[in-house]
């Protein structure tokens, strides 16, 4: 990888924001473009009001989600909307660009442009590094939230992929008592061995009474109505899955429970370390392909 590199960072959150200045501090040139204006001066930082160098770049990062959704580019800290298609119309086939959570819709616009979108949220590195404020996130609004101690309380945890079993282990370590849910047997299996309750993902059905949370991990509906009706309205239940998540929200909203549908943990509660575990990743891709 090279020691100097023109960057572009486009738009995003705090994350990217906290990206753009450790690129900064790295001894590259940063320019960011619909992500507001630096909280501090920065050197080597500039915020643009336009794409017109943007063809000098280096490296494109595009945020993570790329976009909000019909072709606007994910950009909450910019005070006016920016479609994707005329930053892609910009941009070379020589650039390196990448984003997170590259849609196949974002994917063939670029394609039409003969560009490649390299998405940094589907290397493992990332996930890993993502997962771990995720987990303190969901303990941080469980005593926002809860009206008791997490300390004896009735945990159960749905799924046991990387998120679910740091979360498992975060509301253990505080002494809650903790239950997984999971489809495989071999996480069951896991799940046991490290000290927690477990039972099949199918079987949620009717024992769901007893818990003081509920948090789900898994990005499908797990919790509809009938799952739903055997919960206590007192219980709070958190769900950290990415869209369409986990959790039937009109059958809770009618049966008057709370849920509280986390997206985005890490740029929430820790954008320093999120931004911190994207630019690690982005060197991580630079340096496979010696760029």
């Not at 890993?128 to 300390?151: C, D, F, K, R, S």
């Not at 046991?160 to 370590?173: E, N, W």
Request: glycine share 10%.
């Amino acid at each position: 990888m090279k020691h100097e590199l023109n960057i572009w960072v486009v738009g995003g959150d705090l994350r990217q924001e906290r990206l753009a200045r450790l690129l900064a501090e790295d001894g590259h040139t940063v320019h960011t473009y619909a992500l507001g204006q630096p909280q501090e001066p920065v050197s080597g930082l500039t915020a643009e009001a336009s794409l017109r160098h943007v063809d000098r770049a280096d490296c494109v990062i595009l945020p993570l989600t790329v976009t909000a959704g019909n072709g606007i580019l994910n950009a909450p800290l910019s005070p006016t909307d920016h479609t994707l298609v005329p930053i892609l119309d910009r941009l070379s086939p020589r650039q390196f660009l990448c984003g997170g959570r590259v849609d196949p819709a974002t994917q063939a616009l670029a394609g039409e442009r003969g560009l490649t979108i390299h998405d940094y949220f589907a290397r493992e590195e990332l996930a890993v590094a993502n997962a771990v404020p995720t987990a303190e996130g969901a303990v941080q609004l469980a005593m926002e939230h809860l009206p008791i101690t997490i300390h004896g309380s009735r945990v159960l945890v749905i799924g046991f992929g990387r998120v679910g079993r740091l979360t498992a282990q975060r509301f253990q370590a505080l002494g809650a008592r903790v239950s997984v849910a999971a489809r495989r047997y071999d996480q069951l299996a896991w799940a046991q061995a490290m000290g927690f309750g477990g039972e099949h993902l199918a079987h949620l059905k009717g024992w769901l009474c007893g818990y003081d949370l509920i948090v789900n991990t898994v990005p499908a509906q797990v919790l509809g109505i009938e799952e739903l009706e055997d919960v206590k309205l007192d219980c709070l239940i958190l769900d950290l899955a990415s869209k369409p998540g986990g959790v039937d929200l009109g059958a809770a909203g009618k049966l008057g429970l709370t849920v509280i549908w986390a997206l985005s943990l890490p740029g929430k509660v820790a954008p320093v370390t999120a931004g911190a575990a994207i630019r690690d990743t982005v060197y991580n891709m630079l340096r496979e392909l010696e760029l």
